[in-house]
Nanobody, 126 residues
């Protein structure tokens, strides 16, 4: 039973947009940071961005900076990833993850995550 549930993936044409959402259940989000990751076939899982759930402080990987802002809604226990101008290279399964007892900086290190969602696939093609 997953404590993180992603939604919003699907198939879009190049240049299209998607907004991914991750809803957390059964976690004390006051002490948690969240993040978005993706994994394409044959590739390592890649961290895109992270956010402190209480502070909303963020970090971005190069592949997401300036193009895919991360945000959170405390009232809805949800973290979002807005993806614009999508390219075929963005096709992957996108995962949200959470880290408990997060320090002041959130983490995009796969090995440091405590919880994972099951992923939502994104396909960008004509």
């Amino acid at each position: 039973q997953s404590q993180l549930v992603e939604s919003g993936g699907g198939r879009v044409q190049p240049g299209g947009s998607l907004r991914l959402a991750c809803v957390a259940r059964g976690l004390n989000l006051e002490h948690v940071s969240g993040g978005w990751f993706r994994q394409a076939p044959g590739m390592e899982r890649e961290g895109l961005s992270c956010i402190g759930f209480r502070t909303a402080w963020t970090r971005y990987a190069h592949s997401a900076a300036g193009r895919c802002p991360i945000s959170r809604d405390k009232a809805k226990d949800t973290v979002y990833l807005q993806m614009d101008n999508l390219k075929p290279a963005d096709s992957a399964v996108y995962y949200c993850a959470a880290k408990e007892r997060s320090l002041s900086q959130c983490s995009m290190d796969v090995s440091e995550m405590d919880y994972w969602g099951k992923g939502t696939p994104v396909t960008v093609s004509l």
